[in-house]
């Protein structure tokens, strides 16, 4: 009987191993999940953000636009608000750029963009950052059907049209 509990009781510890093993598999996958659910909302939330700022940005060029007599060309230095260090409101100046700007004033290029990089240069000058949010790259992409830029990451994303400026969310879940 001796060897009969030996065996019982190694059967039981190999049990109780491979349900140790089973739940901590199981408690990594749901932080693991719960991360990835929390970071799709982060950017989610940043793409949405970002697309106001975008649109406020073309709007001050189009006000600027409208003030300096329609230009071709409008050279400017936008402001970007920012956060310091201890979480406060920071303006920042962006580095000055050549706009070319359509003939309804609204943006539709940097006059020293690569040859059709004219959305992702928009999107570097007029917010001041790389396309890419946490990591993962903005698809920057021309609009179909109408003149325009599409800025996606995923399913979330705006499109900003050059007939009229506007600025359009998109996706969401």
Same mark, same amino acid.
């Given at each position: 009987?001796?060897?009969?509990?030996?065996?019982?009781?190694?059967?039981?510890?190999?049990?109780?191993?491979?349900?140790?093993?089973?739940?901590?598999?199981?408690?990594?996958?749901?932080?693991?999940?719960?991360?990835?659910?929390?970071?799709?909302?982060?950017?989610?939330?940043?793409?949405?953000?970002?697309?106001?700022?975008?649109?406020?940005?073309?709007?001050?060029?189009?006000?600027?636009?409208?003030?300096? #007599? +329609?230009?071709?060309?409008?050279?400017?230095?936008?402001?970007? $608000?920012?956060? *310091? @260090?201890? !979480?406060? &409101?920071?303006?920042?100046?962006?580095?000055?750029?050549?706009?070319?700007? #359509? +003939?309804?004033?609204?943006?539709?290029?940097?006059?020293?963009? $690569?040859?059709? *990089? @004219?959305? !992702?240069? &928009?999107?570097?000058?007029?917010?001041?950052?790389?396309?890419?949010?946490?990591?993962?790259?903005?698809?920057?992409?021309?609009?179909?059907?109408?003149?325009?830029?599409?800025?996606?990451?995923?399913?979330?994303?705006?499109?900003?049209?050059?007939?009229?400026?506007?600025?359009?969310?998109?996706?969401?879940?």
């Amino acid at each position: 009987m001796s060897q009969q509990s030996e065996a019982d009781a190694q059967i039981l510890r190999l049990f109780r191993f491979g349900l140790t093993i089973g739940l901590m598999l199981l408690l990594i996958w749901g932080i693991a999940s719960q991360y990835q659910s929390q970071r799709r909302q982060a950017q989610s939330a940043a793409m949405s953000a970002l697309s106001s700022r975008f649109a406020e940005q073309a709007a001050q060029l189009h006000g600027l636009w409208l003030s300096q #007599n +329609r230009p071709p060309r409008l050279y400017a230095r936008l402001s970007i $608000a920012g956060l *310091d @260090g201890d !979480g406060g &409101l920071q303006m920042q100046a962006a580095p000055e750029a050549s706009y070319v700007m #359509n +003939r309804h004033g609204w943006p539709v290029g940097v006059s020293d963009q $690569a040859a059709g *990089d @004219g959305c !992702g240069q &928009l999107w570097r000058s007029l917010l001041a950052m790389a396309p890419e949010i946490d990591g993962d790259e903005v698809q920057v992409t021309p609009l179909r059907l109408a003149p325009g830029c599409e800025f996606r990451l995923g399913g979330d994303g705006f499109n900003y049209r050059f007939t009229d400026g506007m600025v359009t969310v998109v996706g969401g879940e």
